[in-house]
């Protein structure tokens, strides 16, 4: 199955604004995780960017799982993009 890395931008004051929708963010990616889609995601050390690496049949299945996120939902990420990655090693 294809492999596919997304990169995204947090909103300003992403810390507090992030707070009313972080137990559902969190929720919602155990269960992509579970399943087998998500591999890893996590914020950059200074908080501004988010990166992701999904094990997804297509690119339109990381686009759902991302524009279905609470995050993308209440503008905590404020864009991303989403390449196929070839998995040398």
Not at 53 to 66: C, F, G, H, N
Request: proline residues 6%.
């Amino acid at each position: 199955m294809p492999k596919y890395i997304m990169w995204g931008s947090y909103c300003e004051d992403v810390l507090e604004k992030r707070v009313p929708h972080r137990q559902a963010h969190l929720d919602g990616l155990a269960q992509q995780k579970a399943s087998g889609v998500l591999v890893t995601i996590g914020p950059t050390k200074d908080i501004t960017q988010v990166f992701a690496i999904y094990d997804a049949p297509d690119e339109e299945t990381v686009r759902q799982l991302v524009e279905n996120d609470p995050y993308w939902q209440h503008s905590i990420w404020t864009e991303y993009s989403i390449k196929e990655w070839i998995q040398a090693i």
